[in-house]
């Protein structure tokens, strides 16, 4: 720092000698003192000035996400209710109770079911979709804009528009499917009302959403391996299939990674589509553990077993992105 | 092993624009080393696609072993490719990328291990096979791909610049083992290149290319000594050749023919030069300067001579070009024309 301080000043003065002397050292020479002088006011001033650049920062997450995570934390050990004023220490008696529900066991299984078939469905779609916008061709930007407006649109407003596409009496789907005959019109298909299908109905609309958000990193994947290697594979003798599995997506793996890691965060913390489209109905078959956290939590006045639902999001999120960073990086350094 | 021909082929990217590649007709001999010579945008990387099929021509017909394979997929071509970034799989270990063309190609695996180790020891690769390419170093890396390239013993090589991202001292040593290489597996091979050196040094024979049209396609000796237009006399060589102005001709010499008047025995040209500068390459001595008197006043001129002489910047010397190495090219066409008497005076 002590040189730091001491170069702006003979920096400068050499400056004006060599301008002195001829015209064009003057613009190189003159730069110099300039840009040090910055650095050493950065550094003397550098304790309070990054902290005060940090703060923002620091202040934002440290409110809105630090103190709401220990906040649930903390109701989920004790018996806080929404209009109570009593508050009691209950030690592990919510995780007991919320363990032996079957509505949030269902939950549980169902948060996991529809994050890995969605994922699945998302990621082959999405393979398909870059592989087939990656070659130039007419109105490939339409097509590309058409793909991502999805994502653009707000999940709430998606999914209301995908109520009534699943409507049991207004549902587009249906009145094409009995249209060409594959439906009766006196017993139509209850999209959001019958188990099986209001699954596959939530499944479909995350797929959807995500599809959008998958095929851009893919197709980022896709274009950042060298054409070079997909021809020299042409050469060797390999089939497109070939070319696919045991070049292009193996090279990939890193961005399959993150795009796996983004999409099953999103599926597995998502409560707009489950509560908008089913509210976990019918009968609890299509319940998810954000959407059972928010119900019992806050609609039904109970925050501390909303809080004891939401903080099993923890370990199993704190997994997933332990293993998919670790997926990337070994495929990055290998 | 096969000879390859191309006919009248001819590659135009985008429609009303000039073409890459314009009507080449070639013709490679069986197990030759034939040299794709030009400068960056010559098309000579085109037409070499075209040749493995990872471009399909625009008009004209390719042949490999008397066979038409403009329809054919690179696989069906039974070529191999070493590319100018070698296009090593990189998550594969060096066995699997040397084993990938016999995997994708079927052959049976009971014979993938042999294979390997013979395309492997080939090249003097065999204590590397278990490493990923990006722990091997830039010549490694060429030899592994030379290696994949052999392992299904093809009909024809195809190499594009591979010495190119090498270091100048691993180059020649390089170039040296690729040459020692050809000529123990004897495969038609064609290499691409815009290094005059590596061409020479190489190719059996090699074909000039300039804006996507064949300059010239002759042996290294007669291109360099007998070049067929301007455009080849001055490509090849280091400096290149002089060319002047002479009425309806334009005269050329190599700079290692302009020497001191009084060392030139035979019939000869003589000029007055004056040395404007000197370079001293080690073996040899770069004279520029230009010439005095007579039609060609003013001209510059290149010279080169090898030890022993010496010269001043700013001296004027009698210097001369002995007749028989004078060439000669229409002014006009640029093409090569027969020997006259010129006045030079």
Known sequence: MGVNQVTPQSGQSQAENASALSATAEKPSGLKPKRSKLKSA??????????????????????????????????????????????????????????????????????????????????????????????????????????????????SLGTIGWKWILDSIYSVITWVLIWLGFVSKFSPPMWLGEEKLAMASVILVHCWRLIPFSTVILLAGRTAIPKEIPEAASIDGAGFWRTLFQINLPMMIPILGVATLFGTIFTFTDLAVVNILTNGGPYDSTQTLPNYAFNQGIQGSDLAAGAAISAFLVPVLVVIAYLMLRVAHRAEVA | MAVVETRNLTKVFKQGELGAVNEVSLESREGEFLVFLGPSGSGKTTLLRMIAGLESPTAGEILIGGKVVNELTPRERRIAMVFQSYALYPHLTVYNNICFPLKAQNVPKKLHKEKVEWAASLLGIGHLLQRKPRELSGGERQRVALARAIVREPSVFLLDEPLSNLDAKLRLSAREELERFHRRVGTTTIYVTHDQVEAMAMGDRIVVLNKGVVRQFASPKEVYDDPADTFVATFLGSPPMNLVENGEVIVGFRPEHFRLASTIQEQKVTFKFRV????????????????????????????????????????????????????????????????RALAWA
């Open chain 2, 276 to 339: 404007e500068n000197v370079e001293y390459l080690g073996a040899e001595f770069i004279l520029s300067g230009i010439l005095l008197g007579g039609k060609l006043d003013g001209k510059k001129v290149v010279a080169r001579l090898l030890l022993g002489q010496e010269f001043q910047i700013g001296e004027t010397y009698e210097f001369a070009v002995p007749e028989r190495h004078l060439k000669f090219f229409d002014r006009t066409t640029e093409k090569k024309t027969e020997a």
């Open chain 1, 42 to 155: 950065g550094a003397a001033t550098s304790p309070l000035l990054g902290t005060a650049m940090f703060a923002p920062a620091v202040t934002y997450i440290v409110l809105l996400i630090g103190f709401p995570f220990v906040m649930a934390l903390f109701y989920a050990f004790s018996d806080a209710r929404i209009g109570s004023n009593e508050l009691h220490f209950v030690g592990f008696e919510n995780f007991r109770s919320i363990l032996q529900s079957p509505s949030f066991r269902k939950a549980l299984e169902n948060s996991i079911i529809f994050t890995v078939v969605a994922q699945i469905v998302v990621l082959v779609s999405a393979n398909i979709l870059s592989i087939a916008l990656e070659k130039p061709f007419r109105g490939r930007g339409a097509v590309r804009f058409l793909i991502l407006l999805p994502w653009v649109a707000p999940v």
